[in-house]
């Protein structure tokens, strides 16, 4: 099969890797239908995050299951599936209280980037959809497997309410997805963080009332001057570096909350800080499981579409050009067909 392999930084290849096997009674095998490239892949791209071999790279996917093994019991041979980038079985304490990411038998989905993926733990990480969808559904299907479930994630954690003035920190896609999570979640105000037309167009589209194009210690003067002196009720931290982390506690009021879900690289909190202003703040991996039944109603509703985050569609051949346009912010996502 045809796959995605990062052989070091800035060297991505596609490449022909034997076909995926059964290797527990709890796997599943899934025929790719769409995968895509995620922001967080471009930290071991750019050489931020390190690695010691080349190593089969994606863990966005939706598709078709082509084989189960024998305790695999919720999905069958022939069903369209979405599933987490976690695998989780979904019947331990912390999947219980709506955190798969935490599972006790956690195990990490990898090698999405390819024609066919072995999913550990399908009972309990894929969930089927009602019929097998329209290519047009795809893009907001496959949105659904990680940056609209960790959009989602973001606003809940960041405790989004109804009437709420809330701010989106990042303007990538899990940032994007924010403002459409905090919009579906009763946000009447939405101030997003971005600097980039293309992608304050989405943000709108999505929801958002109010661009701010500064950063740091200007961005937080102008969302105080918008909010009156007050500052936000819930802030949405999609980006994992300490200047977006500051930017996001010092947009919030005294009380309010930060969701933070950018995989954090050289944060530094003050506990101080957090003292002074009540803030409360809570984030993580997002338990993706837990919101894809609600999420797959809002796509088959019809009036719902995280997909227009892909703004760049290519041939799983031609995945480093994705990764190219990413890295060089001429692309939001890019949506990758097998």
């Known amino acids: 099969m045809r796959a995605t392999v990062l052989h070091a930084p800035r060297d991505i290849r596609s490449e022909t890797l034997p076909d995926p096997k059964i290797l527990a009674p709890t796997d599943a095998i899934i025929e790719t239908a769409a995968t895509c490239v995620c922001g967080s892949d471009l930290w071991p791209y750019r050489g931020i995050n390190e690695f010691d071999e080349p190593w089969a790279i994606g863990h966005e996917y939706v598709g078709v299951v082509r084989e189960v093994g024998s305790d695999v019991t919720t999905v069958k041979p022939g069903q369209f599936v979405i599933g987490s980038f976690f695998a989780s079985d979904n019947t331990c304490p912390h999947c219980r209280n709506g955190y798969q990411s935490g599972c006790e038998q956690l195990a990490p989905v990898v090698g999405c980037q390819a024609e066919a993926i072995r999913i550990p733990l399908a009972d309990g990480t894929l969930v089927a959809t009602p019929d097998t969808p329209s290519d047009d559904m795809l893009p907001d299907l ?18 989004v309410a109804p009437g709420h003035t809330t701010v989106v920190v990042g303007d990538g896609a899990v940032g994007l997805s924010a403002v459409l999570a905090a919009k579906e979640q009763g946000a009447q105000r939405i101030i997003a963080l971005s600097r980039h037309p293309d992608r304050q167009a989405v943000a709108r589209a999505f929801g958002a009332t109010d661009i701010v194009e500064e950063r740091g210690a200007e961005a937080v003067e102008r969302v105080r001057e918008l909010t009156g002196g007050v500052g936000a009720d819930s802030i949405a931290e999609c980006v994992g570096t300490d200047e977006a982390m500051t930017t996001a506690l010092d947009s919030a009021r005294q009380g309010g909350g930060v969701g933070f879900v950018g995989v954090p690289h050289g944060v530094k909190l003050s506990a101080g800080k957090l003292f002074r202003n009540h803030v409360r703040i809570q984030g993580g991996g997002a338990p993706v499981r837990d919101f894809l039944p609600d999420l797959i109603s809002r796509v088959y509703a019809g009036d719902f579409h995280p997909g227009q985050v892909f703004d760049l569609r290519l041939a799983l051949a031609d995945v480093a050009q994705g990764y190219q346009a990413m890295d060089e912010r001429r692309a939001i996502k890019a949506f990758l067909i097998p």
Request: aromatic share 12%; glycine share 16%.
């Open 142 to 159: 496959l949105a659904l497997s990680d940056v609209m479930g960790t959009g989602w994630y973001a606003a809940r954690a960041a405790g």
